[in-house]
T-cell receptor
Framework: GESVGLHLPTLSVQEGDNSIINCAYS??????FIWYKQESGKGPQFIID?????DKRQGQRVTVLLNKTVKHLSLQIAATQPGDSAVYFC?????????????FGSGTRLQVQP | GAVVSQHPSRVICKSGTSVKIECRSL??????MFWYRQFPKQSLMLMAT?????????EQGVEKDKFLINHASLTLSTLTVTSAHPEDSSFYIC??????????????FGSGTQLSVL
């Protein structure tokens, strides 16, 4: 969904713990989803993607889960490190609309406490 | 991954002046590029789609005469903020798709331009 100008929700975790960041998407026609990491003053950086015909995909220390029934996406980060501190956005590509641009969710700030 | 270069990274200008932001795909060609705007503590909002060799497509509510987009080549798109005002102060980010991602349309982003209009 689109941001409505609210402050970003913050998730604070201890170094070494696992983090789970959640995202609700709005368009049931979306068939491709991406998680991005954005550090302060920088552009978004690709983390992991998943297609709608999958419900789970794993990368290095990260796992994305997709629940199409409730239109929910989550990003799990294992053994969270201080360098993981950033804002995380989910993005969806509603290919059925023919658009190639991504629509971004509102974002979650992850703070890793040493 | 593919590299998108964006310049300048930061610009401060007086109200009423125009500012040009460049976005280049360094190791791939991009017939399409996307321009996003991001206000503090908010998400990225798509402003327009830049198309090489044709007119840009603007999102609803974005003034095309104020935000001029030129996609002169397969590796360069520019966004010009004309007659900038303080309310135009924002973080502007360009992006380009590099072929297909693992499954779909993966976008690579520039490093962003922080525009401050005094």
């Amino acid at each position: 969904g689109e941001s409505v100008g609210l402050h970003l929700p913050t998730l604070s975790v201890q170094e070494g713990d696992n983090s789970i960041i959640n995202c609700a998407y709005s368009n049931s026609a979306s068939d491709y989803f991406i998680w991005y990491k954005q550090e302060s003053g920088k552009g978004p950086q690709f983390i992991i993607d998943i297609r709608s015909n999958m419900d789970k995909r794993q990368g290095q220390r990260v796992t994305v889960l997709l629940n199409k029934t409730v239109k929910h996406l989550s990003l799990q980060i294992a053994a969270t490190q201080p360098g993981d501190s950033a804002v995380y956005f989910c993005a969806e590509n509603p290919r059925a609309t023919g658009r190639r641009a991504l629509t971004f969710g509102s974002g979650t700030r992850l703070q890793v406490q040493p | 991954g593919a590299v998108v270069s964006q310049h300048p990274s930061r610009v401060i200008c007086k109200s009423g002046t125009s500012v040009k932001i460049e976005c280049r795909s360094l190791d791939f060609q991009a017939t399409t590029m996307f321009w996003y705007r991001q206000f503090p503590k908010q998400s990225l909002m798509l402003m327009a789609t830049s198309n090489e060799g044709s007119k840009a497509t603007y999102e609803q509510g974005v003034e095309k005469d104020k935000f001029l987009i030129n996609h002169a080549s397969l590796t360069l798109s520019t966004l010009t903020v004309t007659s900038a005002h303080p309310e135009d102060s924002s973080f502007y980010i360009c992006s380009a798709p590099s072929g297909q991602g693992n499954f779909g349309q993966k976008l690579f982003f520039g490093s962003g331009t922080q525009l401050s209009v005094l």
